[in-house]
């Protein structure tokens, strides 16, 4: 059987303060602890007033007040709220059986709000689980107590002296006891002491004063109260305690004895340094240990029960010596307290209640055990917490695992709001979302929320080089009970991916055009599309004329020839090629993906003017009957050949300051005008060119600004009519070469020319 636990629970068959009533079942909770009787009431009992009540000679007692603290009883709220009454062994009605067993009858008084009240007698029986050492001192909340053993001759305690024959005359009795207390003589500066002084008093004028000074079995006891007369404030190693330096003279047979009774206690109250609460005293107090002294140690207990090492440890429990001093330091909200929360102007905040006790022991010259309990139950009040966010995703898996909390029982979690939308516990799974709640050992708790990385409240975002950031966030929205106050706190998660595929460009030759394409890649992102250089939007596809098709895996932007996106590169008598350069500018990173389509295109007859002053020119001559040999052809000046040919077809390439070119000036333009015309060597053996061949003229020329640069312009022969996409008049007029060339199909900067082109 654990003895720690054992406590006998009786109903007594007595009468009444008024009316008796079965006790309910749970309605009470027994302990013997230490040494003291331990008894609570459930909250949920308690009527509109309560109270504890005992019987002694004088009648009728109700456990308050400073009467409860001169007769050893401690009643309290504990951190559940439940109506808590510690009673010490050596209290006042406590029968003692020979120092093995105490019983204590006590009623407990509960009244409704009529005033009508129900009295339950209870009889709290414990053992003494462990011997009294020779000199306990019990610091308690209300009191202290210092009780020591009672010695009969010899007595090796030198705490106590006998003194043959007594000084004084004394009764048998505790009627007969004197006690001599020992008081600073203040002197006129504030809080200096000229000395010490001594008042003694007899034990009935020390009851007067506060003081509870008797005889309880095998001991001698003294307790009061805090701030009792004849009590003093003191500094040891900089801690505050108060101080009741006492010797009791009381009479054995013949003999007298003195008993050293005096008792410290510190008033010093736990305080917080960052996340820990922090309760320090001295080690040892020097008006209670006559050196040489050895320490025996430092216990910690919670609720009554002491802590092993180990399970002190595991709650981060530490205690630590610095400078003559000891710290109690234990971490707030750790397990053993109460974590209460609240909610003030939105801000979430936690209060720490921990019902904390120490047990020191030392080995002094004057006694060989001292055990001193101190009672400090701490309460940190509405402290700012922060909830903490715990990001537990495993990235391999491709799902966000957020978790907010450690939150105490009384904070629920009424729903969450992600992507602007409130999600239910009910709604969650139905969304493709896992919500929970996560309970730990201490009994705290987390929520988790869960959601894929492809979920449509998860923000992506481009960061370049592949790589591709999640994001998740959430808004919870907590209810604090009872109070039902509400509290909304934001949490964001999010993780870096290079598993973006990006958008990958093609493109094809059409047979008046290019068409270009777009092939998304896996993640929707903001990329500025360029055609040609120039950004694509909705102006520049109706003013070049380009057609738009999307379908559900890419893009395509069909160019028209000779429009705005196309690239010059150069005409040769395979005919004419262009290219058309498609570009991807990602808006916020700044990276470029570029593609470039060339195609050549089959022309009959092309008249190209470039922007470093030559021209270019594809002359047809099959229209000539009979046929001429285009290797025959020149330009004005006769010395200007073809640089190459074919049956039918002649490329030229000059300067328009060479081979005989005409400059016109007219509305500050510059006309350069040239002819290809027929001009066969003839021989005498050869026949003589008919005069169709000999008429055979074409007409080429250019017009450039007169104080600007140079650009390309591109002209087509009437006789090869473009496509209506691709044809759009320009107001500009044409060169003076009528009924061959039309108005420049490209003229200015409508469309580019490679550095190479020719």
């Known amino acids: 059987m654990d003895h720690t636990k054992m406590l006998c629970f009786i109903w007594l068959c007595i009468v009444p303060i008024s009316d008796s009533k079965s006790i309910p079942i749970g309605m009470f909770r027994t302990e013997c602890q230490d040494r003291h009787f331990w008894l609570a009431v459930r909250s949920n009992v308690l009527g509109y007033t309560f109270r504890f009540d005992v019987e002694d000679d004088h009648g009728v007692r109700t456990i308050t007040g400073p009467w409860a603290a001169e007769c050893g009883y401690t009643v309290v709220r504990d951190l559940l709220g439940d109506l808590v009454l510690r009673a010490s062994y050596l209290a006042c009605n406590v029968e003692n059986q020979v120092d093995s067993e105490f019983q204590l009858l006590v009623w407990f008084v509960n009244a409704d709000v009529h005033n009508e009240e129900t009295s339950y ?21 209300t009191y202290m107590e210092v009780s020591v053993l009672k010695p009969t001759p010899p007595d090796h305690q030198k705490g106590t002296e006998w003194m043959n024959p007594a000084p004084v005359s004394l009764e048998e009795g505790v009627s007969g006891w004197r006690v001599v207390f020992h008081v600073p003589v203040m002197s006129q500066e504030p809080g200096e002491a000229r000395g010490m002084r001594e008042e003694t008093v007899p034990v009935e004028v020390a009851h007067l004063l506060g003081y509870r000074i008797n005889s309880r079995g095998s001991r001698i006891l003294l307790r009061c109260p805090y701030g009792s007369r004849l009590s003093y404030p003191v500094q040891v190693n900089g801690i505050e305690m108060e101080l009741v330096s006492a010797t009791v003279f009381y009479k054995h047979q013949w003999t007298l004895l003195r008993v050293d009774t005096s008792v410290a206690c510190t008033t010093r109250k736990a305080s917080v340094e960052g996340t820990h609460i922090v309760w320090t005293f001295p080690h040892a107090v020097s008006p209670l240990v006559q050196p040489p002294a050895t320490d ?53 905040l936690q209060s720490y209640f921990l019902d904390l006790f120490y047990l020191q022991e030392w080995e002094d010259a004057q006694w060989s055990l001292t055990q001193q309990r101190s009672f ?9 917490h922060t909830p903490r966010v715990i990001n537990s995703t495993v990235v391999s898996e491709g799902v966000f695992s957020m978790a907010l909390g450690l939150f105490p029982p009384d904070v629920s979690l009424v729903n969450v709001t992600v992507a602007g939308e409130t999600v239910s516990w009910s709604k969650a799974d139905g969304l493709g979302l896992g919500l929970s709640q996560v309970p730990f050992p201490n009994g705290s708790h ?28 959430v808004v919870f929205n907590l209810l604090v009970s009872p109070e039902a106050e509400l509290y909304r706190h934001p ?101 470029n993906i570029t593609y470039r389509q060339r195609c050549l295109f089959p022309v009959q007859e092309l008249l190209v003017c470039l922007p470093d002053g030559r021209i270019i020119v594809l002359v047809d001559t099959s229209a000539v009957s009979p046929p001429i040999d285009p290797e025959w052809t020149s330009l004005l000046n006769p010395s200007c050949r073809p640089l190459h040919t074919n049956l039918t077809r002649a490329l030229f390439s000059f300067s328009i300051d060479t081979c005989g070119t005409i400059k016109t000036l007219k509305d500050n333009e510059l006309s350069y005008a040239n002819e290809v015309r027929y001009t066969p060597a003839v021989l005498p053996h050869m026949t003589p060119p008919s005069i169709h061949q000999l008429s055979f003229r074409v007409p080429v020329g250019c017009v450039h600004p007169v104080d600007g640069q140079p650009t390309l312009s591109i002209y087509e022969s009437q006789s090869h009519t473009p496509s209506p996409a691709s044809f759009r008049p320009r107001k500009r007029r044409a060169l003076r070469t009528e009924g061959h060339w039309k108005r420049p199909l490209v003229r200015g900067q409508k469309m580019h020319i490679a550095e190479t082109g020719g």
């Open 121 to 141: 007698p209870l009889l709290l029986t414990c053992p003494l689980q462990q011997p009294w050492s020779p000199r306990e001192i019990v610091c308690e909340e």
């Open 296 to 348: 025996r140690g430092v216990r910690v207990g919670v609720g009554g029960q002491y802590l092993s090492s180990c399970m002190a440890q595991q709650r981060g429990y530490q205690v630590q010596e610095l400078s003559g001093r000891v710290q109690i330091q234990v971490p707030f909200g750790a397990e053993g307290g109460l974590v209460k929360s609240h909610v003030i102007d939105g801000e979430y």
């Open 376 to 384: 400090r139950p701490v309460s940190v009040l509405r402290q700012p």
């Open 491 to 591: 949490a964001t998660v999010e993780t870096d991916l290079q598993d973006v595929v990006l958008p990958s460009l093609a493109g094809e030759c059409m047979a008046r055009g290019v068409k270009l394409l777009l092939h998304y890649g896996n993640m929707d992102t903001d990329w500025a599309v360029y055609v040609g250089g120039e950004r694509l939007d909705w102006d520049v596809v109706q003013v070049e004329g380009y057609n738009l098709v999307a379908q559900k895996d890419q893009f395509g932007v069909d160019v028209p020839l000779y429009s705005q996106g196309m690239t010059y590169e150069g005409l040769g008598m395979e005919g004419l090629l262009v290219s058309v350069q498609l570009s991807l500018s990602h808006l916020d990173t700044g990276e």
């Open 446 to 473: 987390a929520f988790l929320l869960q959601a894929p990385f492809s979920h449509p409240a998860v923000s992506q975002q481009y960061l370049g080089d592949r790589r591709r950031r999640y994001t998740l966030s």
